[in-house]
């Protein structure tokens, strides 16, 4: 069986107790709205490094994937590790402007992220 071309892995970031909270937050989204997510991932897994309107730098190691979904707009944070994708942080948007604590939540986590593998 021929292996696909990918550029990225993709892995889900993991706290210290073992949690994949964007795993935990795309299982609650409804069966479309995980296919639109998970087939933007996909794209960007194939096709690094991309820009806009897929994906958008946010701030130094942390990009986002912009979904556009029926009844919404998605984000997923991430940050590149050689050829993984660490997938930190997904919600759904309510506003035209990220909201501060979701960026303060992806930073956070993209902090532990690069600590904990040193």
């Given at each position: 069986m021929?292996?696909?071309?990918?550029?990225?892995?993709?892995?889900?970031?993991?706290?210290?107790?073992?949690?994949?909270?964007?795993?935990?937050?795309?299982?609650?989204?409804?069966?479309?709205?995980?296919?639109?997510?998970?087939?933007?991932?996909?794209?960007?897994?194939?096709?690094?490094?991309?820009?806009?309107?897929?994906?958008?730098?946010?701030?130094?190691?942390?990009?986002?994937?912009?979904?556009?979904?029926?009844?919404?707009?998605?984000?997923?944070?991430?940050?590149?590790?050689?050829?993984r994708?660490?997938?930190?942080?997904?919600?759904?948007k309510?506003?035209?402007?990220?909201?501060?604590?979701?960026?303060?939540?992806?930073?956070?986590?993209?902090?532990?992220?690069?600590?904990?593998?040193?």
């Amino acid at each position: 069986m021929e292996q696909p071309n990918f550029i990225l892995v993709v892995n889900f970031y993991q706290t210290d107790a073992g949690n994949e909270p964007v795993r935990d937050w795309l299982r609650e989204l409804p069966r479309n709205d995980k296919r639109i997510i998970g087939e933007d991932i996909k794209t960007a897994q194939f096709g690094w490094p991309l820009g806009m309107p897929l994906i958008r730098k946010m701030e130094k190691n942390l990009w986002e994937v912009r979904s556009s979904l029926p009844d919404g707009i998605a984000r997923v944070f991430f940050t590149v590790d050689v050829n993984r994708m660490i997938l930190l942080h997904g919600f759904i948007k309510k506003s035209h402007k990220t909201p501060q604590n979701e960026l303060n939540t992806a930073m956070t986590r993209l902090g532990n992220y690069w600590r904990n593998k040193l």
